[in-house]
């Protein structure tokens, strides 16, 4: 569904981050609400997720554990 977002607001309410707004279907021209709350927790386990080690010898790159986004950053 290619689709077009219009007026997107990012308000913040205590922890809270809330990105709401609404979304065309630029094939039917259809319009939907959307609304999305995001708080401290889920950045802070976002981006600490995985365990990974990397080694670095010679021309290799060794990974070691679970892959994540503190690994990916």
Same mark, same amino acid.
């Given at each position: 569904m290619?689709? %077009?977002s219009?007026? #997107?607001e #990012?308000t913040e309410?205590?922890?809270n981050?809330i990105y709401s $707004?609404s /979304? %065309?279907?630029r =094939?039917?021209? &259809?319009l939907?609400? #959307?609304?999305? /709350?995001? !708080? %401290?927790?889920?950045? %802070?386990s976002?981006?600490e997720? &995985? !365990?990974s080690? /990397?080694? /670095?010898l010679?021309t290799?790159?060794?990974v !070691? $554990? =679970?892959? $994540?986004t503190k690994n990916? #950053?």
């Amino acid at each position: 569904m290619p689709a %077009e977002s219009s007026k #997107i607001e #990012i308000t913040e309410q205590s922890d809270n981050f809330i990105y709401s $707004g609404s /979304v %065309e279907d630029r =094939t039917t021209q &259809g319009l939907f609400s #959307i609304r999305l /709350v995001l !708080n %401290e927790s889920f950045f %802070e386990s976002f981006f600490e997720s &995985g !365990n990974s080690t /990397v080694k /670095v010898l010679g021309t290799k790159a060794l990974v !070691n $554990g =679970t892959l $994540g986004t503190k690994n990916y #950053i």
